[in-house]
């Protein structure tokens, strides 16, 4: 059984840099996953962040920025700002119509 | 405007069935392939299913796979799920979501729905 792994937990100061990643209990994470990112407020709907390693969804701010680091995918957001508090989920597309989510970053801003 | 928006949840007793709806509007629904993705209480997101854009292609989660059956009615703009045999971990918010690209996979969800509640309890 495959499992994505994220950090549990965050935190990060104002206008900081913060990167989250996204691994894999097995192997290494590559562009062949086209890993996404969501981003979800309690009580809310996920919002789309990255798609396919590095591609920001409309609307997204440019500070939200994802890539391939070592052998996992990675969020990074440039100055955070208070309303970036928030859980951040992974997901990897693992073939043949599977995708697995990681379970997720609470990130703080404090 | 783009949107989903889920509908049928509610409470069931263990064993029991409930088929969750997701009517699209805003976009061709026939186009787009579709998943169902769920989160139980206080936990993280959980695949659940896919179908793609004229239903020939379907996948399940090994946690739901032989209980639920994912389905679409592209001349009404609605998805389905039907959950049968419920268990008290199906508990969770069922969301509706869209791959972005027409009639083949972006392998990424950019359209969400606000969710429905299942709650499998006796």
């Known amino acids: 059984q495959t499992v994505v792994t994220q950090e549990p937990s965050f935190s990060v100061s104002p206008g900081g840099t913060v990167t989250l990643t996204c691994g894999l209990s097995s192997g290494s994470v590559s562009t062949s996953y086209y890993p996404s990112w969501y981003q979800q407020t309690p009580a809310q709907a996920p919002r789309t962040l990255i798609y396919?390693?590095?591609s920001r969804s409309s609307g997204v701010p440019d500070r939200f920025s994802g890539s391939i680091l070592g052998n996992k995918a990675a969020l990074t957001i440039t100055g955070a700002q208070a309303d970036d508090e928030s859980d951040y989920y992974c997901?990897?597309?693992?073939?043949?119509?599977?995708?697995?989510f990681g379970g997720g970053t609470k990130l703080t801003v404090l | 405007q783009v949107q989903l928006v889920e509908s049928g949840g509610g409470l069931v007793k263990p064993g029991g069935s409930l088929r969750l709806s997701c009517v699209a509007s805003g976009f061709t629904f026939s186009d787009y392939y579709m998943s169902w993705i769920r989160q139980a209480p206080g936990k993280g997101l959980e695949w659940v299913s896919y179908?793609?854009?004229?239903?020939?292609?379907?996948y399940y989660a090994d946690s739901v796979k032989g209980r639920f059956t994912i389905s679409r009615d592209n001349a009404k703009n609605l998805l389905y799920l039907q959950m049968e045999s419920l268990r008290a971990d199906d508990t969770a918010v069922y969301y509706c979501?869209?791959?972005?690209?027409?009639?083949?996979?972006?392998?990424?969800?950019?359209?969400w729905g606000k969710g429905t509640t299942v709650t499998v309890s006796s």
């Open positions: 396919s390693t590095n």
């Open positions: 179908i793609s854009s004229s239903a020939s292609n379907i």
């Open positions: 979501a869209r791959d972005p690209c027409r009639s083949t996979s972006c392998y990424y969800m950019d359209v």
């Open positions: 997901v990897l597309y693992m073939g043949s119509g599977i995708w697995v």
